[in-house]
């Protein structure tokens, strides 16, 4: 598996066991109960751990969110890092850009509502993350080889920020996941 860009260091055991049955916990709330099951107070009373326990790990909802994530985002980055074209390697650039795109609709469409937690929790948590951070420097090299004359730094945040899964979240009460796709093909020439 990849390390998410920017992870922190290895954990206690007794840590990683008390994080881990968090993790587990807030993932049988929320399929139980959807989004609202990630009370950290929920949390903690079916993790069987403290709430200080809870906090000391995931300060508020969003970092939890983020956890909840995280094997959903390495196997997104292993896709476009190292998978089968047309997301991974071996397809031309354009091709690859907008399977990016698409594979992102498509987990915006599955994890849309956590991944919005994960994003607006805390102010700017989007732009800091490890993930943010590399599916930015996927997508530079992409713009960077379709069109070398432009700002591929500009463009790459242009390009997700309609992918913000608040955004997302609000456009699917009225478009399907096609229609998306194609508006952002359309958006961005691809």
Not at 70 to 95: K, V, Y
Not at 140 to 166: K, Q, Y
């Amino acid at each position: 598996m990849l390390p998410i860009a920017g992870s922190g260091p290895v954990e206690r055991a007794d840590a990683a066991r008390n994080r881990l049955k968090i993790v587990r916990a807030a993932a049988e709330l929320v399929a139980a109960k959807g989004i609202d099951g990630l009370a950290l107070d929920e949390v903690a009373a079916e993790a069987g751990v403290g709430i200080g326990t809870v906090y000391r790990r995931f300060p508020d909802k969003g970092a939890l969110a983020q956890a909840l994530l995280d094997e959903n985002e390495r196997e997104f980055q292993e896709a476009f890092i190292s998978g089968t074209p047309p997301l991974g390697p071996g397809a031309p650039a354009a091709r690859r850009l907008e399977a990016f795109i698409d594979a992102y609709v498509d987990r915006l469409e599955t994890h849309g509502q956590l991944l919005m937690v994960a994003e607006t929790e805390t102010p700017m948590a989007r732009f800091v993350t490890g993930a943010y951070r590399l599916h930015h420097s996927h997508l530079v090299a992409l713009i960077s080889e379709i069109a070398p004359a432009v700002d591929a730094h500009f463009r790459a945040d242009a390009i997700l920020a309609p992918l913000a899964a608040a955004q997302y979240v609000h456009q699917r009460q009225r478009m399907t996941p096609e229609r998306i796709k194609a508006g952002l093909r359309d958006l961005h020439g691809t």
